[in-house]
């Protein structure tokens, strides 16, 4: 298949849409992005990838980091990962407090908010410098020293994440966060705001699509079993209440980013990144959901 | 493969688990099934199929019905049906109302009760004779005129069903059903008292691993595109709050009901259907879920 | 005090608000009622009562009706009316479902639909002739034979009351209706569909503020202490989910029904009832709540 | 009446009750507290007052200090006050977040953690010198100097209050504070940490059964029909998820706090404080609830 092909022409199609939506506004320093940014990639496992454009420019990764977090968290800890934090998908919005109130401070899931927090709370009692090793390791991921965390958005969060700030408190409140709030909320604001491009997105969720080794440096991350169980964790929960909608469109294992980024996987063949600040009205980048519906539907071949 | 093999292998282990949970007390007629009965049934979409256990023995098939409602619909209306019921999971149990109220009568999807209910409704308007067609519709995908609803169970249901009568007529105040509330739950708890055997419903799901083509008979049903759609609402939807444990520890898009049956499809790959009647806490068959999740476990074979 | 100088000055300042609101829609008998009707009834203790514009003119009292439904249970049963049924304000509107899901069927309090079709329950198990005791019990409060059910609002309510229907019929699935759907929500039906004036109900709620005795035939219903239990009920549950407004700007124990009437009481002091039909978004009659407004701001005399 | 002799009975009658529940142990300071205080103090308007037990021992007031911030913010901003916050009963526990997620962060009143914590925002804009201020006001209102903050309960819940901080970011983050979330907080603790004994407290909470006059020193604080407002608030919302249970059993206005306290007003007669630290499931005293209960019931002097 000719990606590269394929790749143009839905961009084509996916930039003549009339964009709708708004760029995240709630974090000041993602607000002054320019929308009309747009890249895509697509790294299939054996060959060389290929991007349209602007697929080299870094951004605000946001929410997809969860899925690191995540996976750093369970390769660590394996099964007991799963006792303070579900894998069931919540129904409800990336920022909702309503279930942490009658489920106890237990998240629904670790690509929520409230299921990264946790994550992170985790991740500081196993690691000697958090923020650190977790970058670390997202280097490794992606084979790539060159990934930062953005300092400005940073400080961006910090002072203007009020509901993050009140989940964990209420998090805390039930006693589901071993240290302290601000220690938690400073790992996740710096996770948060890790910047990648589409291409080194891509090239670092391709361990998604091979079974758990990471292709170019044949690292095991994850054993196969645990890394379709991530996948399928990213199929029913990547999308917030528009899980349902991602799956029924795309049908591919993904996560989104309120910095406008999408990245998608199709087990044994490829992962594709895709960027376009404008988000819909459940936080999802509109054109990206659009350029993957439209790839997964023209070539149908979506996993299900 | 040796499918034979594997499930001989797996039923022995999950048969030697002290099995939990209850069959479904609140239909009078499901509670005086044998709980210790036990089927599984896996057909590959090209070759014969194997079973192990009481796996041509038919069983009420309750919910499971409710994937041949939606294909059913989504056969004639198409696009249009989605206007009435969402695909997105629910989050919350198979039979709550809380998420009606707050949404307008729109349920989430089609694979929980209130969604089930407004398909019933649509089909209503577009069949003749809902109840003969809908059945000659299933038998067409079974390749089997041997199906029958049993008529003890809709009279226990009619007799009982308090809950679904409760749903369906919070449906109507919201004028998201057109006919008369009992017409619907006629039909609806017809429907869900269809009685199949692991053998018939796996050769009746075979068409959703075979890109929408019953492979016996070759007929089309569903187009590929609508096919993947609709096994990706089984995936995130096919098992109520669980449908996160079922993609995390199977991976395989399926569906459950009260009855005890699961059925679940690999696609390209084959159907399978399991039955044991004690239901875990969420209403799913406790060793239908644990033999599943052994099979595409040990031959690390999930979607994902 | 002249009351009747205070209703006609305050009725004009009444009528020349621009009304806001429309009649209930969602029972079609009522939504044929002339909205300009307006009339107030004032009775004290022991005066001659007087009224202003249609005052003697027959309504639907609808859920007005509870209280009598509640102290006719209350009265035979005492103590023990309240383990089915609580006396706590719901927070939600009058016909709201997410409670009853959430708390096993056990409503918030008489005064809510569902609490009062729990009370019609209790009472079909406690009267040998439901529909007729219960008239003739509400016929000796007002000391008026000329009380009736509105058969052709019954008919109505009992053909479109879809909502009250999905009610009773969850209630019945958590166990907590001992008799038919069918026959508790035949008596409730009737009971809001009894017809009565200003005039009359206001008669006829004056034993809540004389102690529990009808003072026309000195004729006791409830103890002073079960009275004032009851009044208690009235002040914090019944206008649904305006409770809270009707406390703060009247200040007096009342009800309010759909049909646009509003009866209050002023211990010690008087009952007035004011019908007006345009409902506010919570229900209650637009021009009823202002005129009780005025009347309790204007001779500060409220029960706080 | 001689209400020293009806105090000693019923508190007589309250002590031989086993004693249920648990002091408040979220607070670590509060939990420390001898469970087997007890006081009450009553004070009609005119004449001497009278106590029993230990009621001139001063105890942290917690909850009840939000009656004085209401009428502190309601007396200078007079409706306006009522913009951003309502006068509705929640229906839910006193420190929910649910509803302030489903209705854009305005609590529902004054007398919930969520709706004190925005009238202290509204107090930082209004006030000089806020915890002075404040202070300066409560000490007016009990005609006293010798009320302080307890800054050890100050320190005690700033360190352990999630909930509370949680409630002020949500709040935040929906734009209806003004201030910095911890300067809000600092004012917060400070109120809840006023320590007075029933003696003081009952005095202090005269005015209200005054028309809004300090009886002592002829001050007026509200006009008469602010005053009712304000007892109707307490009469509704109070008790948190019992303030149904308050008004149907005691039938007065009032409110409590997790330090053991509750205060209730008769209007034109007295003012009556309790503290005995054991709280029930909802979080109100034990044993305050019965003796309450008690003194209504035998003198049939509730405002209903």
Redesign the interface.
């Known amino acids: 298949m000719n990606y590269h092909q394929i790749l143009t022409d839905i961009t084509k199609k996916v930039q003549t849409l009339s964009d709708r939506g708004t760029s995240a506004s709630y974090i000041p320093e993602l607000a002054s992005i320019d929308v009309n940014k747009f890249g895509v990639y697509l790294k299939p496992i054996d060959k060389k990838g290929c991007g349209v454009g602007d697929f080299d420019e870094k951004f605000s990764i946001q929410s997809i980091a969860k899925v690191f977090l995540l996976i750093k968290a369970y390769k660590i800890k394996g099964k007991e990962s799963w006792t303070r934090v579900?894998?069931?998908?919540?129904?409800?919005p990336f920022n909702?407090?309503?279930?942490l109130?009658?489920e106890n401070g237990i998240p629904?899931?670790p690509l929520i908010n409230a299921g990264a927090i946790v994550v992170c709370d985790i991740l500081l009692d196993l690691l000697p410098n958090p923020k650190q090793d977790f970058l670390q390791f997202v280097r490794k991921l992606a084979v790539n020293d060159a990934i930062n965390y953005n300092e400005k958005i940073v400080a961006s969060e910090a002072a203007t994440g009020?509901?993050n700030?009140?989940?964990?408190?209420?998090i805390?409140?039930y006693g589901n966060l071993n240290n302290k709030?601000d220690d938690v909320l400073d790992l996740y604001f710096h996770v948060c705001a890790i910047e990648m491009s589409c291409q080194e997105l891509s090239k670092s969720f391709l361990l998604f699509a091979n079974g758990g080794i990471i292709p170019e440096t044949n690292e095991r991350i994850l054993s196969?079993?645990r890394?379709?169980?991530v996948?399928?964790?990213m199929?029913?929960?990547g999308f917030y209440?528009?899980?349902?909608?991602f799956?029924?469109?795309v049908?591919l294992?993904g996560k989104s980013g309120v910095g406008g980024g999408i990245v998608a996987i199709h087990?044994e063949k490829y992962a594709i990144a895709v960027w376009s600040p404008k988000l819909n009205k459940k936080g999802n980048s509109y054109k990206g959901m659009k350029l993957l519906e439209l790839l997964t539907?023209e070539t149908?071949s979506?996993?299900?």
């Open positions: 579900g894998y069931e998908p919540s129904g409800d909702s407090l309503v279930q109130e009658t629904r899931n009020f509901t700030i009140a989940i964990a408190n209420l805390k409140s709030v196969l079993s890394t379709k169980r996948n399928a964790i199929q029913t929960c209440d528009e899980a349902g909608e799956a029924f469109k049908g294992p087990p539907t149908d979506s996993i299900f």
